[in-house]
């Protein structure tokens, strides 16, 4: 098995209701259950929004990044899969399509 990347895009606004937010919530837990029980899980966290940005040999030190809301980076997954078609394959259930919200699939290369 293979280990990918699932880096998380925008997805649904914070105006959201708490009921909103909850079922969200739901879809996102069983979505990790059901990867978890077939081993692919590996490791996942949601983001905050803002951060720092450090660049250049100076290390200049600066806030950001700042990216349109459907461009935010909201969370990432550590999966395991077979290869490439197969982690694709399981972002077939991610919960904020409906939203707006994208995948990135990124494959980890071995060290």
């Not at 098995?1 to 606004?13: A, N, R, T, V, Y």
């Not at 940005?53 to 030190?61: A, C, F, L, S």
């Not at 909201?74 to 490439?84: C, D, Y």
């Amino acid at each position: 098995m293979e280990k990918f990347m699932l880096i998380f895009h925008g997805g649904p606004p914070a105006s959201s209701s708490p009921e909103e937010m909850q079922a969200r919530m739901g879809k996102w837990m069983a979505w990790i259950d059901k990867l978890a029980k077939k081993e692919q899980y590996v490791a996942g966290e949601p983001l905050l929004p803002g951060g720092k940005q450090i660049t250049g040999k100076k290390k200049t030190v600066t806030d950001g990044p700042y990216t349109e809301g459907k461009e935010v980076v909201g969370g990432f997954f550590i999966i395991k899969a077979e290869n490439m078609n197969e982690a694709v394959k399981i972002c077939d259930d991610y919960p904020d399509y409906e939203k707006g919200g994208t995948v990135q699939v990124r494959q980890v290369m071995k060290m």
